[in-house]
């Protein structure tokens, strides 16, 4: 069966700090994937998603970036992060199918 | 006008009430539709997902959707206090277009 796991679970940055958080999938291949943010109040906002190793698209222009060295791992960083960057991470993937399977999500809190 | 309208409640229910979820949309080119499940500080779960109009049961949860209504509910029956969370509508073109539109999601409590 195919698990998603992200980490840290939780992180406190302060302001300007960099930020690198880590998804990873096991046990499906070449799956899409998919980096969203979950503010209070304001829903799920796609960031990212790469059908591919080195292919990334951007939803929403920020100080973020999304990179996927290898074919099961998505990665979500940023130089120096602001205030507004604080929310839950949610890392996703689909298959074959259409349906997205989330992970556990990244708490970040940026001071 | 949002693509995805959900009412974000908070609905609360006592144990055993029928519950019910909706959620409007205003593009007609979705085709898939989803109901994800998301307990307080935990990454959203799969319950349904249906393909263009109609009902879909799964135990004591039902998916309907109503294109012609742009229009799609999301049935409990014999609430639980285990289903307990934010309910999240989503949906999606297809035809190669893999990117979900989410509500912003109704908080459910169900009171023992």
Known sequence: SQTIHQWPATLVQPVGSPLSLECTVEGTSNPNLYWYRQAAGRGLQLLFYSVGIGQISSEVPQNLSASRPQDRQFILSSKKLLLSDSGFYLCAWSGTSFTQFFGPGTRLTVL | ?112
């Open chain 2, 1 to 112: 006008q949002k693509e995805v309208e959900q009412d974000p409640g908070p609905l609360s229910v006592p144990e055993g009430a029928i519950v019910s979820l909706n959620c409007t949309y205003s593009n007609s080119a979705f085709q898939y539709f989803m109901w994800y499940r998301q307990y307080s500080r935990k990454g959203p779960e799969l319950l349904m997902y249906t393909y263009s109009s109609g009902n879909k049961e799964d135990g004591r949860f039902t998916a309907q959707v109503d294109k012609s209504s742009k229009y799609i509910s999301l049935f409990i029956r014999d609430s639980q206090p285990s289903d307990s969370a934010t309910y999240l509508c989503a949906m999606m073109k297809g035809g190669g277009s893999e990117k979900l539109v989410f509500g912003k999601g109704t908080k459910l409590t169900v009171n023992p």
